[in-house]
């Protein structure tokens, strides 16, 4: 297989699963730098397109949803109304709050934007990182670059670990 079809493969992993990307470059024989290469810029451009479309998903739940419920029919909006009530009787004993959740609002409590910054690339996943920090912190005019100083940092510190295990 041909370099720029293995970078571009990296660089498609890296935009869904950041995390195990250096990994697949190495199990395809990719040299370092041009997977750490693929991986910052998959990632960096990952980022950035769920950065957007979560800004876009914010305004259309503030502003566009009562204009969308007031252009469709009561019939539908019934039914999405029985269906809800059947969903929230059968969620009434569910857990609330799973692990994961409440390892998020943990994170986002106690270590605040630098938290969601640190352990977006590596624990939290690109797209829920890219919608906490808009959600949160968009107002804050460091906290997109911070990110993306994080995604290439830590891509780097990935890579490193995952040459020097596997040439031991």
């Known amino acids: 297989m041909s370099l720029f079809l293995k970078m571009i493969q990296v660089f498609f992993l890296a935009m869904i699963k950041y995390f195990y990307a250096p990994i697949y470059g190495l199990a395809i024989e990719l040299n370092f730098w041009h997977t750490y ?4 810029i998959g990632g960096t451009f990952a980022f950035l397109i769920y950065y957007n479309i979560s800004t876009l998903l914010l305004l259309y739940s503030v502003h566009l949803m009562p204009v969308v419920n ?5 019939k539908i909006l019934n039914g999405f ?5 059947k969903r929230k009787q059968k969620r009434l004993y569910r857990r609330k709050f799973t692990h994961w959740n409440k390892s998020l609002v943990k994170i ?16 939290i996943s690109l797209p829920i990182g890219a919608f906490l920090l808009r959600k949160y912190y968009s107002s804050r ?3 997109l670059p911070m990110m993306i100083v994080s995604i290439v940092v830590e891509g780097f510190i990935l890579c490193v670990i995952y ?3 596997a040439n031991i």
Request: overall charge positive.
């Open 37 to 40: 290469f693929s991986l910052i």
């Open 108 to 123: 986002r409590r106690f270590y605040g934007m630098w938290g969601i910054i640190l352990l977006t690339p590596v624990l």
């Open 81 to 85: 109304r029985a269906w809800g009530k």
């Open 141 to 143: 005019k460091i906290a």
């Open 70 to 74: 007031n252009l469709i029919h009561d």
């Open 163 to 165: 040459w020097t295990v």
